[in-house]
């Protein structure tokens, strides 16, 4: 296997460049939920023909893309096999990575060496000095560290956006209870809506505060992609008319997978072609369930910015 001389580890995946070559390779959490399972990808570097990079913000990621000779150039997502997203803790890694690229890509085209030479990922080791092992961080708290951040992002990036979001989407047409629509990868279609005081059955069972009830939404949701899909379903939120925002409730959907109503924890394995019949729950006050409720869903991927909203009570 080649030396590896420079590395930068990003949210859905990590590079490793080598003396020939970008190893991308879809390790964590974040890399599980938007390209699977996939084993490493060894790419010449002699096959790219560009690099297309674009800065970390203070609440939005920022990305490192390759195009490959002869390869169609997609727009950069999440979700393509060449893209890497980051954060700015990350920037520098990647910032590294992407001028040694474009320095080797120059002097391949002009038949030159590069300008910067190939810099060790450390330093030689001095004669008679020992040689440490490695760190090895845990992976499992690497996973939580990252659906934590994206977690806070995603509050801090909805809390920004709560007024203009509320405001167009009430002032836009909604799709309707049974009505079908694709939204990125996946096509949707809320089945039926109920509501209940109490969820669960004698072994669990939640209760709703006294002045709330519980809404669970049955949905439906295909891939439409080539490849199995792991993904978060409780991504959804209510919107009663007065423009508070409800995520869905974790001790109602608890008791929801409980009874075995087709409910997943935290992520579902979506095939290509196969539909999922599902739900999510939530615990809203009485009042708002009054002409003007709404569910909103958004596009999944930690670089899409579509949604989607359906009519919950006309």
Known sequence: MSIVIMEAKGNNGQLELTDS??????????????????????????QISSVEFKKAGVFS????????????????????ENTVTFFTNSQPAFEAIRDELQSRM??????????????????????????????????VVGCLAILVIAIVIGAIASSHNTDDSSQ??????????????????????????????????????????????????????????????????????????????????????????MTSENKDFLLSELHPGVTKRTATAFEIPKDSLTSGLYLEIPEKGLLSTGKETVTIIK
């Open 61 to 80: 990621a920022g990305y490192l893309q390759i195009a490959l000779i002869g390869v169609p150039h997609n727009k950069p997502n999440d979700r393509d």
């Open 106 to 139: 120059v002097a391949a085209a002009s038949g030159s060496k590069p300008a910067t030479p190939f810099r060790p990922a450390t330093p030689p080791l001095a004669q008679g000095q020992p040689t440490k092992p490695a760190a090895k961080g845990n992976p």
């Open 168 to 257: 167009k989407a009430s002032s836009s047409a909604h799709r309707a209870i049974g009505e079908s629509f694709a939204l990125g990868d996946f096509t949707y279609r809320v089945d039926k809506v109920r509501t209940a005081h109490t969820l669960g059955n004698e072994f669990t069972h939640q209760t709703a505060a006294p002045e709330a009830t519980y809404v669970i939404v049955y949905f439906s949701i295909l891939n439409n992609a080539n490849e199995t899909k792991v993904v978060l379903t409780d991504d959804f939120t209510l919107v009663d008319p007065q423009g508070r925002r409800y995520s869905p409730s974790s001790e109602a959907n608890t008791a929801l997978m």
């Open 21 to 46: 070559t970008l190893r991308i390779k879809r390790q964590g959490f974040s890399a599980v939920l938007s390209h699977g399972f996939k084993g490493d990808r060894e790419i010449p570097i002699s």
